[in-house]
């Protein structure tokens, strides 16, 4: 699964033909521990599954956008610095 746009509880059930709910995907993100190790916990058991059910000539990935959220009243340093942002057309 993938998107090259906004992406919304509701658009990730349609895409599971509704096998997990909207309300389901808004409650496991308010209520999930984040990190990686806490986000392995939660899917481990979906990719095993998947995994048994997949030929092994078949791979299949999980990928994870750590997407740039604004934060206008930061500083600037090594690690953070200024991002074009799409939807304002400005730095």
């Given amino acids: 699964m993938s998107s090259f746009g906004p992406t919304t509880a509701t658009g990730l059930s349609k895409m599971l033909d509704k ?3 909207h309300a389901d995907v808004t409650r496991f993100l308010s209520q999930v ?13 979906f990719v095993r599954a998947a995994e048994k ?4 000539q078949e791979s299949s990935f999980l990928v994870i956008d750590d997407s740039i959220i604004e934060k206008a009243y930061s500083d600037e ?3 953070v610095t200024v991002h074009y ?3 304002k057309a400005s730095t």
């Fill in 85 to 87: 942002d799409h939807n």
């Fill in 53 to 56: 059910e997949l030929d092994k």
């Fill in 19 to 21: 096998a997990v709910s």
């Fill in 77 to 79: 340093n090594g690690l």
């Fill in 33 to 45: 521990e984040s990190g990686s190790k806490a986000l392995w916990e939660q899917v481990k058991p």
